[in-house]
């Protein structure tokens, strides 16, 4: 199966930047979309940021302050967040679609990281 594995959360100051990164591993053949979802206490999870090709698209809470990028060589998606409120204080997941195996057996896969905690102070 596909693994993904998460880095780059913390505690920020509001106004202030962080960075998230995401690795996917395994038998992957091909990817389809990678993105970052957030999940606040009580509420639902929602999309960040999705990137499916050359197409882009941001929750417009976001928009001008989030940078989504993906480096299809090493099956890996950041997202830069820059002007931090507390409002995107939030558990984050890395979320990647695609196609698994080889050969004569390929299979969709849809994965989902472990989450990695942004903190924004105000």
């Known amino acids: 199966q596909v693994q993904l594995v998460e880095s780059g959360g913390g505690l920020v100051q509001s106004g202030g930047s962080l960075k998230l990164s995401c690795a996917a591993s395994g038998n992957i053949f091909s990817i389809n979309a990678m993105g970052w979802y957030r999940q606040a206490p009580g509420k639902q999870r929602e999309l960040v940021a999705r990137?499916?090709?050359?197409?882009?698209n941001y929750a417009d809470s976001v928009k001008g302050r989030f940078t989504i990028a993906r480096d299809n060589a090493k099956n890996t998606v950041d997202l830069q967040m820059n002007s931090l409120k507390p409002e995107d204080t939030a558990l984050y997941y890395c979320?990647?679609?695609?196609?698994?195996?080889?050969?004569?057996?390929?299979?969709?896969?849809?994965?989902w990281g472990q989450g990695t905690q942004v903190t924004v102070s105000s």
């Open positions: 990137i499916t090709g050359g197409s882009t």
């Open positions: 979320n990647v679609d695609g196609l698994y195996g080889s050969g004569t057996y390929l299979a969709r896969f849809a994965s």
